[in-house]
């Protein structure tokens, strides 16, 4: 019975979010307040557990999803992420020009939330598209692949962090790991695949054709790289070190404090404020005004997760999570292949990645430590499992669809399978980590 309210509780999200078009939030709280009553809890019980779980996912999430959208928004308005696609290209040519983009999208993807990576890298796509008179499609997937996988696989961002926490994995693990089955999987969702996409010609909307900034403007390449991967080279470089240094060495210590998610993004905008803004003549006020525009563009996504949290947090402490969890384990499956398989339904059904992500983890969370399961690749099957097919229902699908000019269906052959390549790639990479860490 149990497993039965939660499917139900499920389903209920879903028609409310897909079918009423209710608010994500509210949704979850009323989703929330429905299960809790159903499960027999109290009434205060189930107000107190809500609080505590939008109290705690927040609370270490918040400033890193801030801080993140910051330093995304500065890469971006700054002419940084311009730049490194106009040095990538130079230095694969024409030839290459896919694999220039795709890079580009993989290194801004990174501190970049996906819409606002999909808004303002769209029209570099054109404008290469139009340099090149190459196909959209065909110049896009490659960028988009790149976007998409940052976007459910790695941290900062907002699904991938806290899946990080309440999975208790590594941080910079995590990221590392992440790297290396994002690559496979955006080289074949996005280079590969798009040698099929040749015949898609359609010209983009001319409406969303946005002029480049003038090349005397743009920062130097250096700046802009270090500028945007700087959070990558914190988590990563410090998660190395604690591996190869003793816990007693003072360095261990260093490393562990520059490894905080908190000191990372702090450090990290800090040091996009002075080279991308500040240092470069940028009015104090017109940095602030990015910065302030980061943060109402993540206002939505922040709800979002601590919906999520009250109800991960209404599974725990009805019992309901040790209770499915030890269901889940009697059927004997891969905790990543059910930890993927679960995110999928999800995704497909609600459309949100990050609503998949972080619903998921709500229920396979207790399994990890009985299964002995690396926390780090769950976190990454996951992710890979909440990017399964976009379709309709999915405000991505249709941003691709009236960006490129399509039809649905060709929106479903081209950015669905994309995003589907993307999720069964990833599922295949962390089943093949899972047998050497």
């Not at 505590?52 to 330093?71: D, E």
């Not at 580009?104 to 303002?120: A, D, E």
Request: net charge neutral; proline share 5%; glycine share 10%.
């Amino acid at each position: 019975m149990p497993l039965l309210i939660v499917i139900a509780a499920i389903i209920l999200l879903v028609i409310l979010v897909t079918w009423l078009r209710l608010n994500t939030f509210l949704s979850f709280l009323i989703v929330s307040l429905l299960m809790g009553l159903a499960l027999h809890m109290n009434v205060t019980d189930i107000t107190q557990s809500i609080q505590t779980g939008i109290g705690k996912t927040l609370g270490s999430l918040i400033v890193v999803i801030v801080f993140g959208s910051m330093l995304g928004k500065l890469v971006a308005e700054s002419g940084a992420g311009q730049k490194i696609a106009g040095g990538l290209m130079n230095l694969f040519g024409p030839k290459y020009v896919q694999w220039s983009l795709m890079l580009t999208g993989f290194i801004v993807g990174i501190p970049l939330f996906y819409n606002i990576g999909f808004v303002l890298m769209v029209p570099l796509i054109f404008t290469v598209a139009a340099r090149t008179k190459l196909p959209v499609v065909y110049l896009g997937i490659p960028m988009l692949a790149s976007l998409s996988v940052t976007h459910g696989y790695l941290p900062p961002h907002p699904s991938p962090t806290a899946l990080v926490q309440q999975f208790h994995a590594n941080m910079g693990m995590t990221l590392v790991f992440g790297i290396m089955v994002a690559i496979p999987a955006i080289i074949l969702a996005g280079p590969v695949f798009s040698r099929f996409l040749r015949h898609y010609t359609n010209p983009p909307g001319k409406m969303f054709v946005g002029a480049p900034i003038p090349e005397e403007q743009l920062p130097g390449m250096f700046t802009s790289l270090f500028a945007a991967l700087l959070p990558v080279f914190l988590l990563a470089v410090t998660a190395l070190v604690k591996v190869f240094v003793r816990e007693d060495d003072i360095i261990y210590h260093v490393a562990t404090w520059l490894g905080e998610p908190l000191i990372v993004m702090l450090l990290a905008v800090l040091n996009g404020m002075y080279l991308l803004g500040l240092g470069r003549g940028m009015p104090a006020k017109k940095v602030m005004g990015i910065m302030d525009e980061a943060v109402r563009d993540v206002a939505v996504i922040i709800l979002v997760i601590g919906g999520s949290g009250a109800l991960t947090q209404l599974l725990h402490d009805s019992k309901v999570s040790s209770y499915i969890a030890d269901t889940l384990q009697n059927m004997h499956l891969h905790p990543l292949l059910l930890a993927w398989g679960i995110a999928a339904i999800i995704r497909v059904c609600i459309g949100s990645a990050t609503v998949a992500g972080l619903t998921t983890a709500g229920i396979v969370a207790p399994m990890i430590a009985a299964s002995g399961v690396n926390p780090n690749l769950m976190v990454l099957a996951t992710g890979a499992g909440s990017l399964m097919f976009s379709h309709v229902n999915d405000a991505g699908f249709w941003m691709f669809k009236e960006y490129f000019n399509l039809s649905v269906k060709d929106t479903i052959k081209t950015w669905s399978v994309m995003e589907t390549i993307v999720s069964v790639t990833g599922l295949i990479g962390c089943l093949l980590l899972s047998l050497v860490v």
